[in-house]
């Protein structure tokens, strides 16, 4: 399964068919899982970020019933139970964003060593994978989202370097 964060939330089977995502919360749900691939994140913060400070008044319950409905569109496994929260099982390089990070940093890398060739492959690729402003799908996300408009800003400067 592969996730797009760099534009609206997205998932997509592993043969590139996209999984069908319900509302605003669901896409806001899958994107704070996918920030942090891989790693638990507690209940309190998904439903801090998912409900953007206001949450219902059973919040537990709708985000139980929230995760499984991502249950359901992604596969039961695609998001587990763990350490008082909740994890993507997923590589940070099946999320967008950050294998943007990694292959930015490498062609950034790249052009410091002196190969303009390779540093330019790589940021192309990097760059080629925004499709909208970073987070859409993040009720409040003006602070993480300007982190990574600059860093996409930054691999474009060095693309033009190479």
Known sequence: MRYRLLGTAQAFHDDGTPVALGGARLRALLTVLALRAGRSVPVGVLVGEVWDGDPPADAV??????????????????VVSSEGGYRLTAD?????????????????????????GKAAVLLDEALALWHG?????????????LRWDTRRLEARRARLTA
């Not at 940093?105 to 790249?110: H, I, K, N, T, V």
Request: glycine share 8%.
């Open 61 to 78: 319950a709708a985000l139980q019933a929230l995760v499984g409905r991502l249950r359901r569109a992604l596969g039961h496994d695609a």
């Open 133 to 145: 402003p970073a987070l859409a799908d993040l009720p409040d996300r003006a602070s993480e989202s």
């Open 92 to 116: 940070e390089d099946d999320v967008d964003l950050h294998r943007f990070g990694r292959l930015a940093a490498e062609g950034a890398r790249a052009l410091e060593d002196g190969d303009a």
